[in-house]
C-alpha cells in the first residue's frame, strides 16, 4: 500500500518535472506577440485620439478592443516578470518596463507581489496579495454590524468591478502597502517608477492635446484594469478554490485546485494572452504565454485536477461572497444567513 503511494507520488512528479521542456524561449513567437500587440495598440489609441473629433462614443468602443490589446501587452510584462518570455536578462527587463509604462502598473514592485502570490497561493494569511480580500464564514460571523454592511457594499459588482480597478490603478499599486519585510527596499524603486510615469504623462499632455490625451488614455487603461481585475476575481474565487492556513497549506493542490481553467473562445485566449489557462500557469509560472496552449494539449492530464470555467458560467461568480471553511467551498450571503437561521454559524 505504501508502495503504491510512493509511486503515485513519483509519478506525479515526474509529470510535473515534464513541464519545464515548454519553458524554452521561441524568440520567434516573442518577436511576433510583441508585433501584434504593439502594434495594433498604437494604431487603435491613434484612432480612438481621432475620433474624439467626431464622438466619444467611438472612441469608447475602440478603446474596449483596445483595452484587451493593452492586456495581451500586460500579460507580456507578467511573462517578463516571471523571468520567461526572453532569455536575455536586459532584453527581458527592457520589454517589461517598456509594457509598464503602457499598463502603468509599475513593472519590478508588481511582479515581486506577484511572485509573493504565486508561492502563497490560497493561503488565508496572505490572502489579498494578487487576489481579492475575502473574509471567511467565521470572521463575516464574528464582525461587527457596520464591518460587515462595509463587506457587503465592497463585495457588489458595481464596486468590485467598477470603484476597486479605479483604487487599484490609483492607489493600491501606487503606495508601498505590502507589509512584508522583503518589500521594504522596494519602496524608492515604486517612487521612482511614479515619478517618471508623472513626467512621462506630464510629457503627452504637452506634445497632446491634454483633455483629449486624458479621455483616449484614461479610456484605454480604465477598461484595462476592469478586465484585469474580473480575470483575478475569477482565477481564485470560485466556488471550488483552495483557501487554508499556511499549517495546512499545499502547493500543488492551490496550482490546479485553487486556480481556474477559464476556457474562452480562441480569439479571447489569444488577445489576453493564454492567462486564462491559470492552473498550469500556477503550475509552472516560468512556462512563457505563448508555449501554454502547447503545453496544456500535450498533458491533457491537468484538467482532470482543475475547475473549468466557461465565460457564461463565469458571470454566477460575481455570486461569491464568502470562504467557508466547513465545506471548503465559496458561498454567496443568501448561503451564509440561511446557515445562520440553522445555527450552523
Not at 458560467?313 to 448561503?335: G, H, P, V
Request: aromatic share 16%; hydrophobic share 45%.
Amino acid at each position: 500500500m505504501l508502495k503504491g503511494k510512493i509511486s503515485k507520488i513519483d509519478l506525479a512528479k515526474q509529470k510535473i518535472a515534464a513541464l519545464t521542456q515548454h519553458t524554452k524561449e521561441n524568440k520567434t513567437k516573442a518577436f511576433f506577440q510583441l508585433l501584434t500587440s504593439f502594434g495594433p495598440f498604437v494604431l487603435l489609441w491613434v484612432l480612438m485620439y481621432k475620433a474624439l473629433d467626431y464622438s466619444y462614443l467611438i472612441t469608447f468602443l475602440l478603446g474596449v478592443v483596445n483595452a484587451f490589446f493593452l492586456v495581451r501587452i500586460f500579460i507580456i510584462q507578467h511573462d517578463c516578470g516571471h523571468r520567461s518570455f526572453l532569455k536575455n536578462t536586459r532584453l527581458r527587463n527592457a520589454v517589461g518596463y517598456a509594457c509598464s509604462f503602457l499598463s502603468t502598473i509599475p513593472y519590478k514592485y508588481w511582479s515581486s507581489a506577484h511572485q509573493v502570490h504565486h508561492t502563497n497561493n490560497g493561503k488565508l494569511e496572505l490572502r489579498d496579495i494578487g487576489d481579492l480580500p475575502t473574509m471567511t464564514v467565521e470572521e463575516y460571523a464574528q464582525a461587527s454590524k457596520i464591518k460587515q454592511f462595509l463587506y457587503r457594499i465592497y463585495r457588489s459588482p458595481f464596486v468590485l468591478f467598477g470603484l476597486v480597478p479605479l483604487f487599484y490603478m490609483l492607489i493600491n499599486i501606487r503606495l508601498p502597502l505590502i507589509n512584508l519585510v522583503s518589500f521594504k527596499k522596494k519602496t524608492w524603486p515604486l517612487m521612482l517608477f511614479n515619478m517618471l510615469m508623472l513626467i512621462g504623462l506630464a510629457g503627452c499632455i504637452y506634445v497632446f492635446d491634454a483633455l483629449k490625451f486624458i479621455l483616449t488614455h484614461g479610456t484605454v487603461v480604465g477598461l484595462f484594469s476592469i478586465i484585469a481585475i474580473w480575470f483575478f476575481y475569477v482565477q481564485h474565487q470560485h466556488e471550488k478554490a483552495y483557501k487554508h492556513w499556511a499549517k495546512n497549506w499545499d502547493y500543488l493542490t492551490s496550482a490546479l485546485k485553487g486556480s481556474t481553467y477559464y476556457k474562452l473562445p480562441g480569439i479571447f485566449r489569444w488577445l489576453t494572452g493564454n492567462i486564462g489557462l491559470h492552473h498550469l500557469h500556477h503550475l509552472n509560472p516560468a512556462i512563457p504565454n505563448y508555449n501554454l496552449k502547447k503545453c496544456l494539449d500535450q498533458n491533457s492530464w491537468i484538467n482532470r485536477h482543475a475547475t473549468i470555467i466557461t465565460f457564461w458560467q463565469s458571470l454566477k461568480l460575481m455570486q461569491n461572497k464568502l470562504w467557508d471553511e466547513a465545506t471548503e467551498r465559496m458561498i454567496t450571503f443568501r448561503e451564509f444567513y440561511a446557515l445562520k437561521r440553522l445555527g450552523y454559524v
